[in-house]
C-alpha cells in the first residue's frame, strides 16, 4: 500500500462555509491542501455533480486530489479522483470496479473490528473516528477516542490512517500522537470561511514545527 496521506486532509461543506464547493476547494488549495474530500447531504444528485465538476476543475491545474464522499456514481461521472465510502455505502470491492485500480478509496471504519476488517478490502486508506465529538454530523457514532485510536494504530499495523471528528487546534496533535497519519477536518478549517486559506496554513505550520 503506497498512498500517502497529507497531514491535513480538509472536507468541503457548504453548510458550514457558505461557501460553494469550488470556492471551498479554492482556497484549501490557497492554503496548502493537496487532497479534498467533497461531501454533499443536501443538494440533488444533479446538483451534487455540477458542483464536483466545477470543483475537480479548480483542482486539476494545481495537481490536487479530489475525492466525493459516499456517490461512486458521482465519483465516475465527475472525473474524481477517488470516492471515501461508509459502512452503509457501496462496497468497496464493487467501487474499485466500477473506479479502477488508480482510483483513491477511502472507507469510514468506528471500531477496532471494523478496521481490521477493512484493511483487507481494495481501498488505499481508513477513518477512524469520531475521534471527538463532533457538530458537523447528525448521526454520528459513539465517540472513539484516543485510546480507540492507539487500539486501531496497534490492530492495524502501517496501514494509511485518518483520524476524523472533531479534530480542532487544540486535538490536532493528540491525534497524531495517538498515531493517526492525517487529520481529517471540517469545522476546524470552515467555520471561518474567510480565513479558511490561513487557517490550513496553520495546521500545516504546526506539523512543520514539530
Known amino acids: 500500500m503506497n498512498f500517502e496521506l497529507p497531514y491535513i486532509y480538509p472536507i468541503?461543506?457548504?453548510?458550514?462555509?457558505?461557501?460553494?464547493?469550488?470556492?471551498q476547494v479554492e482556497r484549501l488549495i490557497a492554503g496548502g491542501a493537496t487532497l479534498i474530500q467533497l461531501r454533499e447531504k443536501d443538494a440533488s444528485p444533479a446538483e451534487f455533480l455540477d458542483?464536483?465538476?466545477?470543483?475537480?476543475?479548480?483542482?486539476?491545474p494545481h495537481g490536487v486530489k479530489i475525492l466525493i464522499n459516499d456517490r461512486v456514481d458521482i465519483a465516475l461521472a465527475a472525473k474524481a479522483d477517488g470516492v471515501?465510502?461508509?459502512?452503509?455505502?457501496?462496497p468497496p470491492e464493487k467501487a474499485r470496479a466500477i473506479l479502477g485500480a488508480d482510483a483513491v478509496i477511502g472507507f469510514s471504519t468506528h471500531t477496532v473490528d471494523q478496521a481490521v476488517r477493512a484493511v483487507k478490502l481494495p481501498i488505499d486508506y481508513i477513518a477512524i473516528g469520531p475521534a471527538f465529538a463532533t457538530a458537523t454530523k447528525a448521526d454520528t457514532e459513539p465517540v472513539v477516542g484516543l485510546e480507540g485510536l492507539r487500539q486501531v494504530r496497534d490492530a492495524i499495523g502501517?496501514?494509511?490512517l485518518v483520524a476524523i471528528g472533531g479534530i480542532n487546534k487544540d486535538t490536532v496533535s493528540s491525534v497524531f500522537e495517538a498515531g493517526a497519519d492525517s487529520a481529517a477536518m471540517i469545522g476546524g478549517i470552515l467555520s471561518d470561511a474567510a480565513n479558511i486559506e490561513q487557517r490550513?496554513?496553520?495546521f500545516l505550520r504546526f506539523r512543520h514545527a514539530k
Open 12 to 23: 468541503t461543506d457548504t453548510r458550514i462555509s457558505g461557501l460553494s464547493h469550488a470556492e
Open 51 to 60: 458542483a464536483a465538476i466545477r470543483a475537480i476543475n479548480v483542482a486539476r
Open 84 to 90: 471515501h465510502l461508509g459502512q452503509d455505502d457501496l
Open 158 to 160: 502501517d496501514f494509511p
Open 200 to 202: 490550513i496554513r496553520e
